[in-house]
């Protein structure tokens, strides 16, 4: 059994996208005379634009085989197995972590440690998590 769960995406995430690549298409436009300029800001602008969209497009929790694979673009993988989750509590917090919203459920796995996700439907995640270990609690 393989699903996949996109990340839910907050409104200042998509606003904070268009802004930027308005921005970019803006400088870009107001600096073609000058080749320094127009360079720095293709690149440093550019990536800025692709790590945001790469995140944006590739943020999703895959569960496989009694793993969660959890994503967030090209800068984090986590493999987790779900045997190990012992917790599943829901939060609001803005703490670093794979999930493009503030509105996240938490997985406590190990003695100390959590991994803040959202889920876009967190009840059918939750479910799916539960019925491979039901001796996860809930908070």
């Not at 803006?26 to 127009?38: E, N």
């Not at 497009?57 to 694979?69: E, F, N, W």
């Not at 999930?99 to 003695?111: C, D, F, M, Q, T």
């Not at 996700?117 to 998590?129: C, L, M, V, W």
Request: proline content about 3%; some cysteine; hydrophobic content about 45%.
């Amino acid at each position: 059994m393989e699903k996949v769960y996109k990340s839910k995406v907050a409104k200042w995430y998509l606003w904070t996208c268009i802004s930027m690549t308005l921005a970019f298409v803006g400088s870009i436009y107001l600096s073609y005379k000058s080749t320094w300029v127009l360079l720095i800001n293709v690149v440093f602008m550019g990536f800025c634009l692709w790590l945001m969209f790469d995140i944006l497009l590739h943020t999703d929790y895959t569960i496989k085989g009694g793993i969660l694979h959890i994503r967030c673009g090209f800068l984090f993988r986590m493999d987790l197995p779900v045997c190990k989750i012992s917790e599943i509590t829901h939060k609001s917090t803005i703490l670093s972590s794979p999930a493009l919203s503030a509105k996240r459920i938490g997985l406590r796995y190990g003695r100390k440690s959590w991994v803040y996700i959202s889920p876009e439907n967190q009840e059918d995640f939750i479910a799916d998590i539960k019925s491979i270990n039901p001796e996860i609690t809930i908070d």
